[in-house]
T-cell receptor
Framework: DSGVTQTPKHLITATGQRVTLRCSPRSGDLSVYWYQQSLDQGLQFLIQYYNGEERAKGNILERFSAQQFPDLHSELNLSSLELGDSALYFC??????????????FGPGTRLLVL | DAKTTQPNSMESNEEEPVHLPCNHSTISGTDYIHWYRQLPSQGPEYVIHGLTSNVNNRMASLAIAEDRKSSTLILHRATLRDAAVYYCILRDDKIIFGKGTRLHILP
């Protein structure tokens, strides 16, 4: 158990809908990262937040947005869903983002299926 | 963006050492080399990281080339539970995982 929790574990929805994925980082960790893993794309970095502020951006679509709240939990919002958004979404946390030696701890993931 | 190159898959016998290579010819001086692995149906988990010197921990060893353009993750005695996808990553602001190496362990 990494200490990172993600809810829900599974989500089934329809195209065009909007969903929110939630992540609680390990106690004391200030950084939260979001990743998308699909069969053909591998593990893709989406976005990182550090202590409530956006820190780095990866391959995140404009239909997707994220935020980190004062209690440090984070939400990833996916809107106007398409079939291709079906994937595993992982959240990871680390203590801070100041050095390249920071270890990331991953949650168990949310499996999203868009029908 | 820092990038790494790894073989798509490798195979090893149980209880034998495994050497997983990674090339990172565009590494910058401040990039740390991290290894993670992903077991089936789980999120990635940290294995080891290093900057310049070789590193050992309870899970594995990391051998870093003198010019830092390549590294090797060493599992000293592979077990069936080590079957996973192993990712070599250069840690900077944007974290790029790549496709990793799928390690098969033969009983």
């Amino acid at each position: 158990d990494s200490g990172v929790t993600q809810t829900p574990k599974h989500l089934i929805t329809a195209t065009g809908q909007r969903v929110t994925l939630r992540c609680s980082p390990r106690s004391g960790d200030l950084s939260v990262y979001w990743y998308q893993q699909s069969l053909d794309q591998g593990l893709q970095f989406l976005i990182q937040y550090y202590n409530g502020e956006e820190r780095a951006k990866g391959n995140i679509l404009e239909r997707f947005s994220a935020q980190q709240f004062p209690d440090l939990h984070s939400e990833l919002n996916l809107s106007s869903l398409e079939l291709g958004d079906s994937a595993l979404y992982f959240c990871a946390s680390s203590h801070n983002t100041r050095t390249g030696k920071e270890t990331q701890y991953f949650g168990p993931g949310t499996r999203l299926l868009v029908l | 963006d820092a990038k790494t190159t790894q073989p798509n898959s490798m195979e090893s016998n149980e209880e034998e050492p495994v050497h997983l290579p990674c090339n990172h010819s565009t590494i910058s001086g401040t990039d740390y080399i991290h290894w993670y692995r992903q077991l089936p149906s789980q999120g990635p988990e940290y294995v080891i990281h290093g900057l310049t010197s070789n590193v050992n921990n309870r899970m594995a060893s990391l051998a870093i080339a003198e010019d830092r353009k390549s590294s090797t993750l060493i599992l000293h005695r592979a077990t069936l539970r080590d079957a996973a996808v192993y990712y070599c990553i250069l840690r900077d602001d944007k974290i790029i995982f790549g496709k990793g190496t799928r390690l098969h362990i033969l009983p």
